[in-house]
């Protein structure tokens, strides 16, 4: 698994974060011990706004939600809402004339942008109720199930249930709209499951076999297939699954070795390539490095779901390039 946290993205009202101190020393206290790997980091919306100044407000949140991987929306009742039929009543009628709580709308806006980029699995909706009655909101939403709370102790469950839902979840590799998830579907059809179908195959002559994929997760910088050449060595060469040279696709083993084969997927610096194009200069390298982080976790997870009939077949999770040599070099010298 990377060693980069699971980023949470929170966002909510400011007068809501006024009103209730607790809320925040309690979610950091309850994610902390969620003992995840990785674990969850917590962006808060107003200290992810203070560490992209500058920037536009729909840029930075569009960053979010493109490098988080979680998100709550916190519906709290912080606005009154009155249709114009009903401001038209006269007096007397106190009921149609009746004034409802309802949620700020950006955080309804938040809730839309990150069901888009993340899913609705991956995407919870704390509900604060007071005096027994939950806040109105939009008909389309009404139906989608959300957490509610009213006080310490049930905004405390609600939370250690969010925790429980990401443990459950995150074993479910669900399909992003990330330019890295595109290219996952192409490399499996094209290079992972031709191999491992083929190499089975020959399974009587050579032998059991397992497939490690080596995905970088903090940057893509050195994926060109020179450089990957460079890599793998003297020590590896590139073998067709019949044990050859001349059949496609191939991947890399150690020489005289066909027991245990590796690649490096060159194509994530293609996701790269878009990262750069689509951030231009305005990104930071730590914002790069998000995105990059981002992306290989949906190339590594779309692979991870589409190679669960595999049994030979492995992701490993690496930093960069140099990580992913100082892993070859250490099994090779385990082997002898």
């Known amino acids: 698994m990377q060693d980069s946290p699971n ?10 974060l006024a009103k209730n101190k607790q809320f925040v020393p309690l979610l950091k206290d309850i994610f902390s011990k969620a003992e995840l790997d990785p674990p969850l980091n917590v962006n808060l919306w107003g200290d992810w706004f203070e560490g992209h100044i500058g920037a536009e407000t729909y840029q930075i949140l569009d ?27 006269k007096v007397e009628d106190a009921k149609a004339q009746n004034t409802k709580i309802t949620v700020r709308d950006n955080v309804l806006f938040e809730l839309g942008l990150f069901y888009g980029h993340i899913g609705t699995k991956r995407v919870f909706i704390l509900e604060q109720v007071g005096k027994g009655e939950a806040s109105h909101v939009a008909g389309d939403i009404r139906g989608i199930q959300r957490l509610r709370f009213s006080d310490k102790k049930s905004l405390e469950a609600a939370l250690l249930r969010i925790v429980a ?22 490399y499996y059809e094209q290079a992972v499951r031709p191999f491992v179908e083929r190499r089975r195959e020959h399974e009587a002559k050579l032998g059991p076999f397992t497939v490690e994929l080596l995905v970088p997760h903090n940057s893509f910088h050195g994926l060109d297939i020179a450089n990957v050449r460079h890599v793998f060595g003297a020590a590896c060469e590139q073998t067709d ?21 590796f690649d490096i997927p060159t194509t994530l610096l ?11 200069n305005t990104a930071t390298a730590m914002e790069k490095e998000r995105m990059y982080r981002s992306q290989a976790n949906a190339f590594a997870n779309e692979v991870r779901m589409r190679s669960k009939a595999f049994r030979e077949v492995r992701i490993v999770d690496l930093r960069d390039i140099d990580e992913i040599r100082a892993y070859l070099e250490a099994k090779r010298r385990a082997i002898g």
């Open 241 to 261: 699954a019949a044990g050859g040279a001349e059949g496609r696709p191939m991947l890399w083993a150690f020489k005289g070795k066909r027991d245990v084969y």
């Open 7 to 16: 980023d949470v993205f929170v966002g909510s009202s400011s007068e809501f």
């Open 270 to 280: 293609t996701a790269e390539r878009v990262i750069d194009g689509y951030m231009a």
């Open 63 to 89: 960053l979010a939600a493109k490098t988080c991987e979680w998100a709550i929306l916190v519906f709290s009742q912080d606005d009154l809402r009155q249709t114009v039929a009903e401001s038209l009543k």
């Open 165 to 186: 839902l990401i443990k459950e979840r995150s074993a479910d590799f669900l399909p992003r709209w990330a330019p890295a998830s595109s290219l996952a579907i192409g």
